[in-house]
């Protein structure tokens, strides 16, 4: 359970990595590389940076967590949970991306290894996550709505 609970917690902390298979959209890869980077650096700040205002995060086991304030919180308390932990390494592959307008959808497998720190067996953990994002008012793709679940390693 705890693994499940830490391989959850950390895709939302930034939730990405070095895409792949994209639409050839500069913006969404200039977002999936966003993403990727706060994630690796486990950066919770440049992390919910990309996040829209009202977006919605859907994690297994846990209720809905709406809003960006709430998202945040989220993160914070993962991140206190893991004091110590770092992002061995993170990578993510992303597929089928759809755009429609201010609207786009993809869904990405990423792979992720935390270093626990204090000696601690690290976390390697794969899931697959459906992302939808909506560009805002400047032209910037947010995430909306994310969902996420544990996968085994998708070719």
């Known amino acids: 359970m705890?693994?499940?609970f830490v391989g959850c917690a950390l895709l939302i902390t930034g939730v990405l990595a070095h895409a792949a298979d994209t639409s050839g959209d500069p913006a969404?890869?200039?977002f999936n590389q966003?993403?990727?980077d706060a994630t690796t650096r486990m950066d919770n700040n440049a992390a919910l940076a990309l996040w829209d205002e009202d977006g919605i995060s859907l994690l297994p086991g846990t209720a809905p967590i709406v809003g960006?304030?709430?998202?945040?919180?989220?993160?914070?308390?993962v991140t206190k949970q893991l004091a110590g932990a770092h992002m061995q390494h993170f990578e993510m592959h992303c597929h089928d991306i759809d755009v429609s307008g201010d609207w786009a959808s993809e869904w990405c497998h990423e792979h992720q290894i935390v270093d626990m720190?204090?000696?601690k067996q690290p976390f390697d953990g794969q899931g697959n996550?459906?992302?939808?994002?909506?560009?805002d008012s400047h032209g910037q793709w947010r995430l909306k709505r994310e969902m996420w679940n544990q996968a085994p390693d998708t070719p």
């Open 129 to 135: 996550m459906l992302l939808v994002l909506h560009r």
């Open 34 to 36: 966003a993403l990727s």
């Open 68 to 77: 960006k304030k709430a998202i945040g919180e989220f993160m914070d308390g």
């Open 2 to 4: 705890r693994a499940k």
């Open 117 to 119: 720190g204090s000696g």
């Open 28 to 30: 969404i890869e200039k």
